[in-house]
C-alpha cells in the first residue's frame, strides 16, 4: 500500500522528468511543510540557487492565514528575483495539488512581475 509522501514523491519525479531549470528561466521550487512555504529559484544545469523565500523570514510567519503568508511569500520571491534580472521561470509544484497556499503562492508571483 503506498503512503501519502510515497504517491507525492512518485508525483515529483513524474513532474521533474518535464521540467528543467536553466540560468534564464530557473524552476521555482516549492516545499510545503504544515507549519512554513519555503519556494527556490534553482539553476539545474549549474546546480544553484539563485534566490530563495521562506514564510520564516521578515515575521511573516506571525501574520495573517497560511495562504496569507503564502502570498507574502510569492511577492517576495518575485522582488528578489527582479532584483536578479529574472522574469521568465518554470513553476515547480513538486508534487502538490495547484490550489490553496501553492496557488497562492504562484498567483503572487505572477502579480509581482514573474511569467511562467
Known sequence: M????????NIK?????????TPDQPRLSIFRSNKA???QLVD???GQTLAAASSKENGI???GTKIEQAK???LLLADKAKSNNISKIVFDRAGYLYHGRVKSLGDAAREGGLTF
Open 72 to 74: 507574502k511569500v510569492g
Open 2 to 9: 503506498l503512503t501519502k509522501r510515497v504517491k507525492r514523491q
Open 13 to 21: 519525479y513524474r513532474i521533474r522528468k518535464k521540467i528543467k531549470g
Open 37 to 39: 512555504i519555503y519556494c
Open 44 to 46: 539545474d544545469i549549474n
Open 61 to 63: 510567519e506571525k501574520s
